[in-house]
């Protein structure tokens, strides 16, 4: 257990606290690329239907974002130390039977179950992190630490999981979680803080219920209309997530302990912060939507091949995302945020130039400087998100800052994913999808057409995405102009358990 925040910070214990939650966050990341590199070797030992192919990506995407607000008012109640090791311990056991499952169904279940435990890792890495660095500056290069180490995940993902699956049988990417989740718990109790908690609060399972019930059929509808197009059954499932989220937020108003403390959002900061995430996010999943099948589909590249030429896009979340806290030593957190926007804004600018023929300098120019504009967007506005709260709500405002990027890119890949998917079937292709071309049209001439009408849907994809980081980074800076920064001091924190 850890003294004052005060030693802690001083002794250097913070930092190699910080140094462990980073590699936490790296994997869980990691876990969300790894295992999309699998597919082929799980469909060829397990037979799985093409139903339950994609269960298997899904359902740890779809439960990890359901599980987090609910988990993270857990950390509340019983220290998020304390959350973070059963997580990781569940985490660990979780992998293991992952990586022997004999059967689809039982793969299905037991992925399910890790985005449960995946649940706990990053909400428990930011609430500890801001638990460890009650100063603000140095929070700041604390959060931009866990950012980047979030990007180096993404980035490592097809390069670790790509070199484990040319010698090694499916299972062993599901493997790559065990050593961590060994380390933070030989190590969690002696770096990391207890984290306040409210012993005495109950949780309200009625929420619970609510906020599970709220985002998993949003995350499932908006994913499927990504896939498929606006049949009603996702979009009932959106209206009525929406439909459950708002029931949800009343009863948190009405409640003396509520799951998620909504009188946050009265700071006007706080609310921009949140709504920052989401949008920045929005822009860069949709771009990595329909970029990733571009490399495949129009390049004709392999998946591995198209992983790696993503790759230098995670470098440009790593740079912005450290530099971001040196900047705000001068420069107003609510500019540095808004000149970010502004340079992912014009990332997009290039990305609207892409063809079926242009060279894939082009893509890596423009993705990198997208994600190098929205790297101190992530930090900063994380920052901020975690720093509002006061300690005993620490893990409800870092769950809160995880699942907005998570609603905000599944809702970015199904805008913008039905944009790029409306022109190509609007150029009268004769196919639904680009994928179904390149599957089934012989006709090169033909082909050619596909691809370039895919591609026309990038520039209308990309040209929306540069309006919204415009009008986002005019919208940022504003309110900093009006409230001096568009990251307000943050609240003191008391001593760390």
Not at 43 to 58: C, K, N
Not at 59 to 73: D, E, I, K, Q
């Amino acid at each position: 257990m850890l003294g004052s925040v005060t030693t802690s910070e001083t002794s250097g214990r913070a930092w190699a606290g910080l140094a462990v939650l980073s590699v936490v966050a790296v994997l869980a990341s990691l876990e969300l690329t790894v295992t999309h590199l699998a597919l082929p070797a799980i469909d060829a030992d397990l037979r799985p239907s093409g139903t339950q192919l994609l269960w298997i990506v899904d359902v740890y995407a779809f439960l990890l974002a359901g599980s987090m607000l609910a988990l993270g008012a857990v950390g509340d109640r019983i220290g998020t130390r304390r959350l973070l090791m059963i997580g990781a311990g569940a985490y660990g056991v979780l992998s293991v039977v992952a990586a022997y499952a004999p059967s689809a169904g039982s793969l299905i279940a037991v992925r399910a179950l890790l985005g449960v435990a995946g649940a706990t890792l990053m909400p428990s890495t930011l609430s500890l992190t801001a638990a460890m660095f009650p100063d603000a500056r140095r929070r700041a290069v604390a959060v931009g630490i866990v950012v980047a180490s979030v990007a180096g995940g993404t980035a490592i993902g097809p390069l670790v999981g790509g070199a484990l699956l040319e010698r090694y049988w499916w299972g062993s990417v599901f493997l790559l979680g065990v050593p961590v989740m060994v380390l933070i718990l030989a190590l969690g109790p002696v770096l990391l803080p207890a984290g306040e908690r409210t012993a005495a609060a109950r949780i309200d399972v009625v929420s619970v219920v609510l906020s599970l019930g709220a985002v998993l059929p949003l995350v499932w509808g908006l994913k499927e209309i990504a896939a498929g197009g606006a049949g009603w059954p996702p979009v009932a499932a959106v209206a009525g997530g929406v439909v459950l989220g708002t029931v949800f937020v009343l009863r948190q108003r009405s409640l003396a302990d509520p799951v998620v403390d909504v009188r946050l959002f009265r700071d006007a900061g706080f609310s921009v912060a949140v709504a920052t995430l989401a949008i920045g996010i929005f822009v860069l999943w949709g771009a990595n939507y329909y970029l990733a099948q571009y490399l495949q589909l129009v390049q004709d590249l392999s998946p591995l091949r198209a992983g790696l030429w993503t790759a230098p896009s995670a470098a440009g979340v790593i740079v912005g995302s450290l530099l971001a806290p040196r900047l705000t030593r001068r420069i107003r957190p609510g500019v540095v945020i808004g000149a970010g926007l502004t340079v992912s804004a014009a990332g997009f600018a290039l990305l609207t130039q892409l063809t079926a023929s242009s060279s894939l300098g082009l893509l890596v120019a423009g993705s990198v400087t997208v994600s190098a504009g929205l790297g101190p967007m992530m930090a900063l506005a994380t920052d901020q998100v975690v720093g509002a709260a006061p300690p005993e709500r620490a893990g409800a405002a870092a769950a809160l800052s995880s699942m907005a990027p998570q609603l905000g890119g599944a809702l970015g890949i199904a805008v913008l994913g039905s944009v790029v998917a409306a022109v190509f079937r609007g150029a009268g292709t004769g196919a639904d999808t680009l994928g179904a071309a390149v599957a089934s049209v012989r006709d090169p001439d033909a082909l050619a057409v596909a691809r370039d009408a895919f591609t026309d849907g990038i520039t209308v994809a990309a040209t929306v995405s540069a309006l919204l980081a415009a009008v986002l980074a005019i919208s940022v800076v504003a309110l900093s102009a009006r409230r001096d920064s568009v990251v307000p001091t943050s609240r003191p924190r008391g001593r760390s358990a």
